[in-house]
């Protein structure tokens, strides 16, 4: 629950979010057995995400979910991140967006992901690892740090000093994660 709950928390407590959840379909979800949430859009009528946010759980049933993975594929064309939490990560890998990164999911799912991820580095006790566009955090309570990063990184270090503030969620340390150097891309013109 809380790796949906928690970066949908952060995103919907800073100013400038307008945050949705998505689903193969409407109907109601049952998280924890006991929480029912019913979805604002389906893959196939929600609007085009600037942000993606993949959480964890029991993703192993969708993993196989062809139009699930070509909905990640298609949204990381234009999303300017693609964030998953714990096992979420699987999802991500699954879509193509780990191979030749450092990622980090769910202490537990570690091993897993890095043998169904042969061109990926899985990394042990690391909150978040933030490629660029694709970020991945550790488990549960580690989509709120991610979230924040992303906050941080899209907003500012003050915006979501803030937001961390008014959830009282005195855990963030906002350099817990790593964030991977991006190559430079030069451009030149032609003459």
């Known amino acids: 629950m809380l790796d949906f709950s928690g970066p949908s928390e952060v995103f919907a407590s ?8 998505v689903s193969l379909t409407k109907d109601p979800i049952v998280s924890q057995g006991f929480i029912k949430i019913i979805p604002n859009y389906s893959l196939a009528d929600c609007p085009k995400p600037d942000i993606v946010v993949l959480p964890g759980g029991q993703t192993g049933p969708f993993i196989e979910n062809k139009v699930l993975i070509s909905w990640i594929k298609a949204c990381a064309q234009d999303a300017e991140v693609m964030l998953s939490v714990c096992t979420g990560a699987g999802l991500l890998a699954k879509a193509g967006l780990l191979d030749g990164k450092q990622a980090t999911t769910f202490h537990n799912y570690i091993d897993k992901l890095q043998n169904a991820t042969p061109k990926a580095k899985i990394l042990r006790d690391t909150r978040f690892v933030d490629n660029g566009q694709v ?7 580690a ?3 991610g979230a924040l990063h992303v ?19 005195d855990k963030w ?19």
Do not use: C, H, W
């Open 151 to 169: 906050v941080a990184k899209l907003k500012g270090l003050a915006v979501a000093t803030q937001t961390a503030r008014y959830m009282e969620y």
């Open 135 to 141: 970020i991945t955090t550790a488990g549960v309570s």
């Open 14 to 21: 800073t100013e400038g979010f307008n945050v949705y959840t």
């Open 143 to 145: 989509g709120i740090d």
């Open 173 to 191: 340390k906002p350099n817990e994660g790593l964030v991977v150097e991006q190559p430079v891309k030069m451009a030149a013109e032609r003459k």
